[in-house]
């Protein structure tokens, strides 16, 4: 007899039922998980990061504050140029209308002696040159009258000349204007970016980036400590060398000695430098304002500009301009007074008061202060006289 056991199949199908049921709940708690949880926040950068953008920010903004600089001086330049031509069209203009009352004299008493006035179709004509041309008016006046048009004509030439330099130099002040709003708005973007940065960090962030900060000026004082014991030794060499020649010279006899010689060049710059250290000195502690040259605040090229200007040196406003103006010398050589530039755009500009330091206006938010030359990449050493 057939046996009647139902098929296992079932069975099977059953258990492989189960096992694709638990795996898709498993993948919806998945899902589920996933959907609730956090998105990831984007990577946050380090402080190292973070100190280099602001650092940049900050030269960047330097940089617009030395185009802002000469921006300004075109403008100060031009508006006064321009002024000036102003006055000097209004003088000449003065003059055509006293040559012009003169002619019209003239052309008066020849009405009064019967005939037509050449001279008041001269007043009246809107170009004099094609008249004379026509007319051959010259040929007709007297020596006085010709002496009259010709000063005329003249200062009418000279008052249109300085007329038309007057509408040149305005368009060039529109300009000059032009760029020294967009160099101001690009100073304020910079330090705008540089603000928002340091406002996102937290006050561990805060502490831990005043930290890298002491590294790096202990780092910059390092080099400076080392620069000066370095030049320490190079100037103790040079005053045995200078002892030396000394004694040799005294034992020589009288008649051999030279004279007493001039002060050298040297001793000049020191005095100089002395007058430059001594204002830049009384400065410390002020606050740097971008744009500004003194009394109360200073940018960096506008406190070498007032400093040098103690000692007599007028600098020009820029950085890019004053690296041009002097000797340029090695940092091994560089002496007090001497002018110390960085990066290299050359965007800023300190004083060098001897030992690897300098005195200079950092930047926004800073005060003017002493500070190790290598706090900033050199790009030169510049003695301004």
């Not at 010259?138 to 010709?146: A, C, I, T």
């Not at 002496?147 to 003249?154: C, G, L, P, S, Y």
């Not at 010398?329 to 007090?336: L, T």
Request: with cysteine.
């Amino acid at each position: 007899m057939a046996s009647h056991r139902k098929p296992r199949t079932s069975r099977i199908r059953t258990s492989h039922a189960v096992g694709i049921t638990s795996a898709a709940l498993t993948s919806v708690a998945l899902l589920a998980q996933t959907a609730n949880a956090a998105p990831a926040e984007p990577d946050k950068p380090s402080l190292e990061e973070v100190q280099k953008k602001v650092d940049d920010l900050y030269r960047q903004a330097g940089t617009a504050t030395q185009k802002y600089n000469l921006a300004k001086e075109n403008t100060d330049q031009q508006r006064s140029k321009l002024n000036d031509l102003q006055d000097e069209v209004a003088k000449r203009t003065e003059k055509v209308n006293d040559a012009r009352r003169e002619l019209g004299q003239i052309a008066a008493a020849q009405y009064r002696n019967g005939g037509a006035s050449d001279t008041a179709v001269l007043l009246l004509s809107d170009n004099p040159d094609d008249y004379f041309a026509q007319r051959q008016l010259m040929g007709r006046l007297s020596g006085q009258q010709q002496d009259a048009v010709e000063d005329f004509r003249t200062l009418q030439t000279q008052a249109d000349t300085k007329r038309d330099e007057a509408t040149d130099s305005l368009a060039q002040l529109s300009d000059s204007e032009t760029d020294l709003k967009s160099s101001k708005q690009d100073v304020q973007e910079k330090l705008g970016e540089a603000r928002e940065l340091l406002s996102k960090l937290t006050q561990e962030e805060k502490e831990r980036l005043a930290e890298l900060e002491r590294k790096r000026e202990a780092e910059a004082k390092r080099k400076a400590e080392e620069l000066a014991r370095k030049q320490a030794a190079e100037e103790e060499a040079q005053r045995k060398a200078a002892e030396e020649a000394a004694k040799e010279e005294a034992e020589k006899p009288p008649a051999e000695q030279p004279a007493d010689p001039p002060a050298s060049g040297e001793d000049s710059y020191a005095a100089k430098a002395e007058k430059v250290l001594a204002f830049a000195r009384a400065q410390i502690g002020k606050p740097y304002v971008w744009g500004a040259a003194g009394p109360d605040s200073y940018d960096c090229s506008g406190l070498t500009q007032k400093a040098w200007a103690a000692a007599g040196i007028e600098l020009p406003r820029t950085t890019w301009d004053q690296v041009k103006v002097g000797t340029t010398v090695s940092v091994d050589n560089a002496k007090p007074g001497d002018l110390v530039f960085f990066y290299d755009d050359i965007s800023h500009v300190g004083i060098y008061i001897g030992n690897g330091e300098m005195i200079h206006a950092p930047k926004p938010g800073a005060n003017v202060r002493t500070e190790s030359i290598y706090y900033m990449p050199i790009h030169s050493v510049v003695r301004p006289a």
